[in-house]
């Protein structure tokens, strides 16, 4: 094989050199020759540090051009620096070496010539195609790709083809330098790709592997997919927008929809402004829908950079949909008026009795129109809560509904007093409030045989229907379960009350009860609480603190759906709490009462909070009732009285034999009342003549009820 004339010039060169690089430091130090060489091999470190740093690819081979100038500026520097020609010869022995690696190694010449044909003397004898060409990777053939796709292909190859990934096309995003979409598929054909990452992929672009998403390819008319394609977008430029100003579905995801986020597996739908209401809405779904929202209200708002304020953001939940309301100012700190317009039942017995966060009515019923039957009510509350505001409104619109009302409380107050005015009988006590249950019950038997006039037989009650001969009864227990924990007429009030809850709804009685617990050991027995929650729409006024609000809503609902929280006031979040603490500051006294919001509970099981109507006591009323009050009928009057159960129930003493058996006549001819035996309070109920048990709640009680027992 015959040497290049290149390389053959490049040895002589090497040759005639050497014995310069030897004797001109030592005979001729001064020399331009010195300085020349010098030079040269100042540029070759030049063209190294130059070949380093740079990403084009062959530094290798730059720096081996370089190095014969570097070596002989070493040699020569080195003979200038030893006594004549060193011990041994040495400057004529590294100038030999230095032409020996020019012979060596080649020579160099032959790695400036990677890309050109082979400079041989003669032509190339004739070879076959596959003797001539050696192939150790597949060769990509060119497709005519674009500027972006080659640089990417570079860096891609240099990086050692990660994943055995060829890519097919890069796409730069619109607006963007840096950000752009890669197609990649396998290197073989039918292989899928495995093994490929994130970082992988971040490795040969300079990103962060947080930049980089990978997606599947679906396949397309025209290109294939599956998995042996791969879809990878690089995305540093808007990552860092994202972080700095991400817009609200970009904040959603990475803060609320997130896995450790407020709302976990959701998305946002949209983000809409209500600004004539001072409200900002934020609509969302599951991505899955087959999986129920798990809401953190506090984590939602830290994740969208809301204040946490519970009376000013509120949740509500629609099967796998949500809605948060953001409002400016508390929404149910405003007071809405209750009118007769509202209060009117439709046709279907509904009235509007508040309204929500949102704005929207909230209606609950005097009668059952799907069930054909009355309506009960439970209501709860701790005092101040708006009890009595809505027995006020719930009796107007029975009132104007043309139906009777009973009410009966513990204690005389202001407010129960005036609605006496608009009412058939209202009293104060429990012997009252047991007297009016006793007297409902009879009515049953008193309907039970009440003939229709078109056919002459009895039937059960119908609402709305004109042939009834009786109007719709509604009893109010206010403080039920103070009243059932009476010593002497507890226990009437209690059974007579769970009877009525039981049977009356067959003669046209609905029960009222309100209270502040709605659990057994407070008067309320399963059956009871049971009856109540199935014929009505129960109302939870704040019960003290949101926890005792939402186990008193979760008791009178069948599954226990999320409750809204009622705080003990509305008030605005503002500044910082630990900025006040530093500074020694009070914190600002802007509470507004709640009283009058309330979680009612639909027909559907789900708590919505709202504010009820308000009514004015210290004005007029009679703007809301009926210009007559409705009345029992005559014969429901006179069949009372046949039983002895119509009177003034404000008697301040039981009539003999009411509650307790007539007293007998002992061997002396005395009388001994059955209520008091042996002068304890004992005494039997009614028709059953036991003796009736009395609460003990200390020891010194139960000594006395032992005492009671044995005459002692």
Not at 32 to 37: D, G, L, R
Not at 84 to 102: E, N, S, T
Not at 538 to 565: C, H, L, Q, W
Request: with cysteine.
């Amino acid at each position: 094989m015959s040497t290049p004339r290149s390389a053959a010039l490049e040895r002589l060169t090497y040759t005639l050199t050497a014995p310069v690089l030897a004797v001109a430091p030592n005979l001729y130090p001064d020399s331009p020759i010195n300085q020349m060489v010098q030079l040269a091999g100042a540029a070759g470190i030049g063209g190294w540090v130059l070949a380093a740093r740079s990403d084009v690819p062959g530094a290798g081979r730059k720096i081996l051009r370089w190095s014969p100038l570097v070596l002989a500026a070493a040699v020569d520097t080195a003979a200038g620096h030893t006594t004549g020609f060193g011990p041994y010869g040495l400057d004529g022995l590294l100038a030999a070496g230095w032409a020996a690696a020019g012979w060596v190694v080649s020579p160099f010449s032959r790695h400036t010539r990677r890309g050109h044909r082979p400079a041989l003397a003669a032509a190339p004898a004739p070879q076959s195609a596959p003797a001539e060409t050696v192939v150790e990777e597949p060769v990509i053939p060119d497709d005519g790709a674009d500027l972006l796709t080659r640089d990417a292909r570079m860096l891609w190859e240099q990086a050692g083809m990660p994943g055995r990934t060829h890519i097919v096309k890069a796409t730069r995003h619109r607006g963007m330098q840096h950000d752009m979409t890669i197609l990649l598929r396998a290197s073989e054909t039918g292989r899928p790709i495995t093994g490929l990452s994130e970082a992988d992929v971040a490795a040969p672009f300079g990103v962060h592997s947080s930049d980089v998403v990978l997606a599947e390819v679906a396949i397309q008319p025209g290109r294939q997919g599956g998995p042996g394609w791969m879809e990878a977008r690089i995305t540093p430029g808007a990552n860092q927008r994202r972080r700095k100003a991400p817009t609200d579905q970009e904040r959603w995801v990475d803060r609320v929809g997130s896995p450790k986020g407020g709302a976990p597996g959701s998305e946002l739908v949209h983000r809409s402004r209500d600004q004539e209401r001072g409200v900002t809405f934020y609509r969302a779904k599951m991505a899955d829908p087959t999986e129920s929202p798990r809401i953190d209200l506090a984590k939602v708002c830290r994740g969208l950079g809301l204040p946490e304020d519970d009376s000013c953001v509120f949740v509500l939940i629609d099967g796998t949909e949500f809605l948060i309301s953001v409002f400016d100012s508390p929404p149910l700190s405003q007071i809405f008026k209750a009118t007769r317009e509202l209060l009117t039942p439709d046709a279907k017995g509904m009235y509007v009795c508040g309204y929500t966060i949102t704005g929207q009515p909230v209606k609950t019923m005097v009668y059952q129109h799907d069930k054909n039957a009355p309506a009960h009510g439970l209501t709860l509350g701790v005092s101040r809560s708006g009890k009595t505001q809505f027995f006020a409104i719930h009796m107007a619109a029975q009132s104007l509904d043309g139906e009777v009302v009973w009410l009966g409380t513990v204690r005389k107050d202001e407010k129960t007093s005036v609605l006496g005015r608009y009412i058939d009988r209202q009293g104060s006590n429990a012997l009252w409030m047991a007297r009016s249950l006793r007297a409902a019950k009879a009515l049953c038997e008193i309907r039970a045989e009440m003939p229709w006039a078109y056919d002459g037989q009895p039937h059960d009650y119908k609402p709305g229907d004109p042939r009834c001969p009786y109007r719709q009864l509604n009893v109010y227990g206010d403080e039920f379960m103070t009243a059932a924990q009476d010593a002497e007429y507890g226990e009437f009030i209690q059974t007579d009350g769970e009877d009525l809850t039981v049977t009356g709804l067959k003669y046209g009685i609905g029960f009222n009860p309100a209270g502040q617990s709605p659990f057994a050991h407070n008067g309320f027995s399963t059956e009871m609480k049971d009856n109540l929650r199935q014929n009505s729409r129960p109302v939870i006024f704040n019960m003290g603190s949101p926890a005792a609000t939402r186990k008193a809503a979760e008791g009178t609902m069948e599954n226990a759906y999320d409750v809204p929280t009622i705080p003990a006031r509305y008030s605005r979040t503002e500044g910082s709490a630990i900025e006040r603490a530093m500074r020694g500051e009070a914190d600002p006294e802007n509470g507004v009462s709640t009283g009058g919001v309330a979680v009612i509970v639909l027909d559907n099981g789900r708590a919505v909070l709202m504010r009820s109507l308000y009514a004015d006591f210290d004005a007029d009323l009679s703007a809301l009732f009926p210009d007559e009050v409705n009345r029992l009928t005559d014969h429901e009057i006179s069949e009372l009285t046949k039983r002895g159960l119509w009177f003034d129930w404000n008697e301040p003493e039981p009539r003999p034999g009411e509650f307790w058996p007539e007293p007998d006549e002992d061997a002396d001819g005395e009388g001994r009342s059955r209520r008091r035996s042996g002068g304890g309070k004992g005494g039997g109920r009614g028709s059953k003549g036991g003796g009736r048990s009395e609460q003990v709640a200390s020891p010194r009680q139960a000594l006395e009820a032992i005492r009671s027992l044995t005459d002692a």
